[in-house]
């Protein structure tokens, strides 16, 4: 809370008091926050880099990456294909990436004719490709069309790179070897959230560097 703020003479002392209190409870989150990503800070660096390899090698060699979740995490799906078809901080060519939670006519129709928790998986069938990898957010892990979507893309010979968060949810069970899982230390959905856009910077910066980096 700013000093002109707070000696504001117009406001009340109670509106003073619980002004004070709301900067405590912003604080409160930062530190939430802060102590989510130290936590992740120490467990998840070599699977960070161990699902950047799986991206990379994919890329390399003429595949794509299909990104799909829900509600923030579809946010999140559209974020990751956005740095890499355009940019992260190189300026280098288009990379290809997908986000299969944009296309509201065929997100509907898949709903309408057959189910909702078909909605990624449908896509899945008919735009993934052996070699291609399927970047799958989940905070809970148990979001039915996201598991859906995994089944495919493993059917599809597809690679799985699955980030969620609290205890993995019913992800794990379904991940091959070749798989990988994200998994944020977190049970609290918001910071698990705010940790999964640092993961997806992580693997942002991991794929340009080693692919464009000549430095």
Known sequence: MTDSIMTNPILTESTKVMLAKQAERVQALFAQSIAAKQAAMTIMPE?????????????????????????????????????????FELDRKSLPAIAITTDSSTLTSIANDYDYHQIFSKQIEGLGKPGDVLFAISTSGQSENIIRAIQMAQENKMTVVALTGKNGGKIPACL?????????????????????????????DLIEQQLFSFS
């Open 176 to 204: 091959t070897a070749e798989d990988a899982e994200l998994r944020v230390p977190s049970q609290l959905t918001a910071r698990v959230q705010e940790v999964h856009i640092l993961v997806i910077h992580c693997l942002c």
């Open 47 to 87: 699977s960070i880099v161990r699902a950047a390899q799986i991206m990379i090698s994919a890329l390399t060699q003429g595949n794509k990456i299909l990104c799909c979740g829900n509600g923030g995490s579809a946010a999140d799906a559209q974020h990751f294909s956005a740095e890499l078809l355009n940019r």
